[in-house]
């Protein structure tokens, strides 16, 4: 039986034997349509045992998990044949996840559709600041 949390929005879809929407499922994983998609054809890619956020995947469901969006996308083209595509996974409410159950987004996306810029269109951090987060970051993966 996989994990599950019973306030968890994802982990009822993922026990419903009925319809929501579903495009596919897997052993691990299930993909749907979200109740409010951001454009037609927007799909949200789940884990189906209880998996937080990205801090707390197994590498052998993330690995899977990127296996399955990579064809999710290419089937999301060539069904909707959007302009564009964002894949986009959020973790921690600072970043937009509104249902703590990790999730990727793949969202067909058109030319002045509804969603906007999802990018400022500039920043103005200093050059120290940008040196100070790189090196954070290098340091990381010396340890």
Request: some cysteine; glycine content about 4%.
């Amino acid at each position: 039986m996989l994990p599950t949390d019973a306030d968890c929005p994802f982990c009822e879809i993922v026990a419903r034997d009925e319809d929501a929407r579903e495009v596919f499922r897997t052993d691990s994983l299930i993909a749907f349509f979200p109740t409010e998609p951001a454009t037609l054809g927007h799909t949200l890619l789940v884990p189906r045992a209880h998996v937080r956020d990205i801090w707390a995947v197994s590498e052998d469901l993330a690995s899977e998990l990127g296996r399955w969006t990579v064809t999710l996308a290419g089937a999301v083209k060539r069904a909707m044949n959007p302009d564009g595509l964002n894949v986009i996974q959020s973790n921690g409410a600072a970043a937009t996840q509104s249902v703590m159950h990790l999730h990727v987004h793949v969202v067909p996306r058109w030319e002045n559709d509804q969603v906007g810029r999802i990018w400022p269109p500039e920043t103005h951090y200093s050059e120290g600041a940008k040196d100070d987060a790189w090196e954070a970051l290098r340091r990381q993966f010396r340890t």
